[in-house]
């Protein structure tokens, strides 16, 4: 009898080993090696419908062969196996893809510029002092602060105005959503063109600017290089107001309205000091979320019982108590992971500063000076560095996460 | 006593051909680097005579992603046969950790090579004494732009010296005009157009290129009079009143790309937008189309003015440079076309072509344009009297160079005069 | 609900607020669209809004914009080698997530809850720092003490390098929503159909999968959208150094830039063509896809 477990037991690990081991090792090198041969052999045409029906169809012939070396297995130990089965190959690639690189990037934010050497916290100590980083991370903070309260916020009035639609919910609703189709490339480039700056006394095609220097001002008449009857009228008048490089500005003190403002007092040196560029930056994103947001608002108010709606307006409450004593409680898990889901991606966002400003004139963001660090100033160390400050920030939306599911589970 | 020599050098062309034909027909050899567009389909070109003779294929792809891509190329161990770096910097960083392998590994006369590419251009690429990069492109900075027939027009001459240049400026003023056109804006790399000036005016003060050597290798401090001598000869430009067109706003917000475009534009009284603009070689090709055509003509260069008469003149430039990643038999040949002067021969003859060669050999008769045919020979002559300098902020390390100079000549232009010491003393301290 | 009285948000003040936001959204994009149909030179002569002013936009719409971008050599391919890059990087993270869902959501193991964290954990990691090891994990394998575990496979370049890197970089957040999907369908459901002895493959394939159509379409079109813009990853494992490698996104973008300087005809109509696809894909899937957000996200 005894015999008997210890063989079984033999069995199950030997199946095992060759379920989720050596059969996965097998199915991956086969398509690997298959596709590096075929990408010299076969026409380009035909690689690519190859690649279309074996990368969409392959990934079940995993799941498949794993599923069928299981059933071999005793019975008792087929639970379990097949527990590791589901959830282990997405384990596996996410400990080899991610987690492999985040620990290894941890080690070498404690190393010098090319990994040689130990240097402690000099990196750390560096991310603290360094003038530039300083401000990195003021953006950082700006960024998570307003991105993430005024998705969430226009996202909320959007989602419960649109849901109240008798007509053209949908419609309104794909216009919102839609810049999430577009890629942040793509989004960078349009606000750009509004913000388009070209020295004068060319014509200003960028409509804030086009605007700005067509404003008559003291009598006199401006306008953006308009040819009128043969006549050309410009802005060249020193009356006219002139163009603004709108993403090279750190601070308002080219707006007039700024003169008037006392330097010293606590509020008006506050909107002296607004950072325009990183504010305009940060529309970019606001635009392309804010419809994600929304979405999923008005769903999470469309499950809202009826019942419950109902007995809040009988009772007389206005709309807005309505709004603020029934729908936000009711749908706060949703506003948590919508906002969870927005932090994450203000920290990870590089995109829009990478192909619009570069991070110059104090716009950085933490992902693209990690990349910076990596390429330009070519200091692995402090680029590791600045990874590590990334996960940190996001070590109490975890913790969170963690209690939240164990409130649930507990529920 | 004629004849064996003859019959064994015959022998020895047959060897090499048939090995040269035989062995390397159909090999690839790929090539990675920051040039994209049309100057990407020059590079490309550059290859065709050679592929068509030895039947390497040589493939070129560029990324506008290029400095991030190769870094990770490199640490991974997954490299392409060459990159072509923009900066000579890039090259001594690879060659310092060891992924380039040295040019005469590769079989390259290196006399021959500090000849043809004067011993300073190729000096740039050397670490401890080995050669690992190969000079490529070269561009001249030291050069204004201007339009002769608007200065006939108003009896302007180009000025000799910066003390004719202000004074022509000055004029320009006084006729309610602008003269200069500025604007150093250039997605993470703002300021470089500033750096540019600096460099200019420290080759034609102090000892001239014996002390721009010095700042670049830091042997003088970033805050040495000399080097507050040309920040100040700087600000004199970037402040005063109605020197460039737009004022400081427009330095600091215009693309450089653009910067030039207010000399094309004519007001309602047919005054163009700005006089002068220094900017260098490769700039036409950011010109409008309609404007490309003139280059040479309509709107040409002269050479940045003299400060202290006492020096020789010199030439800014820059360049750039590739290194080899491995020593195959067709990496060697297609290194060797790369430093032969027929190289740039297929680039040349492009219309719209900005790139020159930096091989003193060159036929510069072969530039399509005219203007190309002049800045290619300044830049030969500059090589081989050695008054050619490089770019200092590609030279120093990138913390400077690629960081707190570029900024600090953005805080520089927004500041005012006030502001040199403090920028300078920043620039100072970053050094690592 | 109530119908006698009438709320103030059936008012034309609602409406008003809506088409404002609506109009504000769409505007960025209007002159963006208008001006890649005009000639570059006019662009940068006459901004779009007087053009309409003046009339003059009606004689000047042109598509040569978008054939000089279009018709450049090899577009064509750069879109197959999307299509190869995209769609298997797509289905081969949900199909692997799902799995993984479904074990988090329906059965039993040790360290589950640890396990989801480390997933849910896991969506912070920037995947530029994830680049350098998987290149050298695709050139030359994983030895651990000598021992080679994945021999050297030298695949960078191959489609499978990106599939693989694409699935292992969009499987937290799959795994993540999938299974917060999964947890909302009805437990009673899948509890009964074990009764009856349906194996585990069964019940996810005959009921679990059916059911999570809508999270999985969700997922699958985010992901879609990420991966078909995506231009980092794909130059690379794929772009790494030869033009025919070249997708789509990055292609477009050469083509866009490399003509110097502001050339926003070209920029225009090259931000507007590599949108095609993503806008094609979107407004045909958003019913699932809006409806499969509200199925993760509502749960919480």
């Not at chain 1, 026409?43 to 990368?55: E, K, M, Q, T």
């Not at chain 1, 750190?250 to 330097?263: I, K």
């Not at chain 3, 499978?160 to 969009?170: D, K, L, P, Q």
């Amino acid at each position: 009898m005894k015999q008997q477990t210890q063989q079984e037991k033999l069995k199950t690990i030997g199946i095992s080993f060759l379920a989720l081991g050596f059969f996965p090792l097998i199915w991956f090198l086969f398509q690997a090696i298959l596709f590096r041969e075929l990408t010299e052999l076969i026409s380009r045409n035909l690689l690519v419908v190859f690649a279309l029906i074996i990368g969409s169809t392959f990934v079940f012939l995993l799941f498949w062969g794993m599923d069928k070396i299981i059933k071999l297995s005793p019975k008792d130990n087929r639970e379990s196996l097949e527990a590791r089965m589901f959830a282990g190959p997405s384990l596996f690639m996410i400990s080899l893809f991610l987690f492999y690189p985040a620990i290894r990037t941890l080690y070498i934010s404690f190393k010098d510029r090319y990994s040689n050497d130990f240097v402690g916290f000099e990196n750390y100590k560096w991310a603290f002092s360094d003038p530039e980083m300083l401000v990195t991370i003021r953006n950082q903070i700006i960024w998570l602060v307003f991105v993430v309260s005024l998705v969430l916020f226009i996202g909320l009035i959007v989602g419960w105005l649109s849901d109240r639609l008798n007509k053209g919910e949908a419609f309104f609703k794909s216009i919102v959503f839609m810049p999430m189709a577009i890629s942040a490339v793509g989004a960078s480039a349009i606000f750009k063109f509004i913000y388009e700056y070209r020295p004068p006394p060319l014509t200003q095609i960028g409509i804030i600017n086009g605007i700005r220097v067509s404003v008559d001002r003291l009598g006199t008449q401006c306008m953006n290089n308009r040819v009128i009857d043969g006549v050309f009228n410009g802005f060249g008048d020193p009356n006219c107001l002139k163009p603004i490089g709108w993403l090279q500005q750190r601070d308002l003190t080219n707006l007039p309205f700024t003169e008037n403002l006392n330097p010293d007092g606590f509020l008006s040196s506050i909107l002296i000091n607004l950072p325009v560029n990183t504010m305009l930056l940060m529309v970019i994103m606001i635009w392309m979320f804010t419809g994600f947001a929304a979405v999923v608002f008005s769903a999470g108010i469309k499950a809202i019982p009826t019942e419950i709606m109902e007995a809040g307006q009988i009772d007389g409450a206005s709309e807005l108590r309505v709004f603020r004593s029934i729908v936000i409680p009711y749908i706060k898990s949703t506003i948590i992971v919508v906002g969870t889901y927005m932090v994450v991606t203000v920290l990870k966002a590089f995109d829009i500063i990478y192909v619009s400003t570069r991070g110059d004139l104090e716009t950085n963001l933490l992902a693209v000076k990690m990349l910076d660090e990596f390429s330009k100033y070519r200091n692995f160390g402090r680029s590791a560095t600045v990874a590590v400050l990334i996960f940190v920030c996001v070590l109490p939306i975890i913790v969170g996460t963690a209690l939240r599911e164990r409130e649930n589970t507990q529920s | 006593m004629k004849k064996p020599l003859l019959v064994s050098f015959l022998l020895l062309t047959l060897i090499l051909g048939a090995c040269g034909g035989g062995s390397l027909e159909g090999e690839e050899v790929t090539i990675t680097g920051a040039l994209i567009g049309s100057d990407q389909d020059g590079f490309r070109a550059a290859f065709e005579d050679f592929t068509a003779e030895t039947g390497i294929i040589v493939s070129y792809q560029g990324s506008d992603n290029f400095e991030q891509e190769i870094q990770i190329q490199m640490e991974s161990g997954d490299t392409p046969d060459f990159a072509l770096w923009p900066q000579p910097g890039a090259v001594v960083d690879a060659a310092t950790r060891g992924y380039l392998t040295p040019l005469e590994d590769l079989g390259i006369d290196l006399d021959q090579y500090q000849n043809d590419f004067s011993s300073y251009l190729v000096g740039l690429g050397v670490v401890d004494g080995v050669i690992y990069g190969g000079a490529n492109a070269a561009n001249l900075k030291s050069i204004v732009w201007y339009q002769p027939a608007e200065f006939d027009a108003r009896g302007y001459t180009v000025p000799a010296t910066w003390d004719e240049m202000i004074a022509l400026a000055d004029q320009i003023v006084a006729d309610g005009m602008n003269p200069f056109c500025f604007g150093m804006y250039s997605n993470g790399a703002s300021g470089w157009l500033a750096t540019d000036w600096m460099e200019d005016i420290m080759l034609r003060t102090g000892d001239g290129v014996d002390s721009y050597d010095k700042w670049v290798s830091h042997d003088i401090p970033f805050n040495d009079p000399m080097v507050k001598n040309a920040a100040t000869l700087l600000s004199q430009i970037m402040h005063t009143e109605n020197y460039v067109v737009g004022g400081t706003d427009a330095i600091v917000s215009t693309y450089f790309g653009n910067a030039q475009d207010p000399m094309f534009s004519k007001d309602a009284n047919g005054n163009p937008g700005c006089f002068m603009h220094r900017q260098a070689s490769f700039i036409t090709g950011f010109w409008p189309e309609g404007e490309q055509a003139g280059a040479g003509s309509i709107t040409t260069v002269f050479p940045f003015p003299s400060i202290d008469p006492s020096l020789p003149a010199a030439a800014l430039g820059g360049g750039d440079m590739w290194g080899a990643f491995n020593d195959r038999d067709a990496t060697k040949a297609v290194a060797e076309f790369m430093l032969s002067a027929e190289f740039y021969n297929n680039v040349a003859i492009r219309d719209g072509n900005a790139r020159l060669s930096a091989h003193t050999g060159f036929d510069t008769s072969l530039y399509a344009s005219p203007i190309n045919k002049i800045l290619g020979d300044t830049i030969a002559a500059a090589l081989s009297a050695n008054s050619f300098r490089f770019d200092a902020s590609d030279l120093m390390p990138p913390e400077v160079g690629a960081g707190s100079f570029w900024k600090e000549m953005m805080n520089l232009a927004v500041e005012g005069p006030g502001y040199i010491d403090t920028a300078l003393d920043t620039v100072e301290k970053s050094w690592p | 609900m109530t119908r006698n009285t009438q709320k103030w948000y059936d008012k034309p003040v609602t409406k008003l607020i809506l088409i404002t936001i609506a109009l504000t959204w769409i505007f960025p994009v209007f002159g963006f669209v208008l001006s890649s149909f005009r000639p570059g030179e006019s662009i940068k002569r006459e901004s779009w809004w007087d053009a309409i002013y003046t009339g003059k936009l009606w004689t000047e719409l042109t598509l040569s914009n978008y054939s000089e971008i279009f018709f450049a050599d090899n577009l064509d391919r750069s879109f197959y080698n999307s299509f190869a890059v995209t769609i298997p990087s797509t289905i081969i993270p949900i199909t692997i997530a799902a799995f993984a869902a479904y074990a988090f959501a329906f059965m039993e193991f040790r360290g589950k809850e640890v396990l989801f964290l480390f997933v849910v954990a896991s969506m912070i990691i920037p995947l530029q720092m994830s680049l350098i090891p998987l290149v050298q994990l695709f050139k030359s394998g994983i030895e651990v003490f000598g021992i080679p575990i994945i021999p050297a496979l030298d695949i960078n370049g191959t489609f499978v390098a990106t599939w693989f890197a694409h699935s292992g970089f969009g499987l937290p957040l799959a795994t993540f929503l999938l299974r917060d999907f999964m947890m909302g369908l009805p437990k009673s459901v899948i509890e009964s159909a074990k009764i009856d002895g349906a194996s585990n493959m069964t019940t996810f394939f005959k009921l679990v999968l059916p059911l999570s159509v809508a999270g999985i379409a969700a997922f699958a079109t985010f992901q879609f959208l990420w991966v078909y813009n995506d231009f980092l990853v794909a130059n690379v494992f794929l772009g790494v150094y030869k033009p025919e490698n070249l997708v789509v996104t990055s292609h477009v973008s050469q083509l866009a830039v490399g003509a110097y300087g502001e050339a926003w005809h070209l920029r225009t109509s090259g931000a507007i063509i590599s949108m095609i696809v993503p806008l094609t894909v979107f407004f045909s899937l958003q019913r699932f896809f809006i409806r499969g957000l509200i199925g993760g996200a509502v749960k919480g």
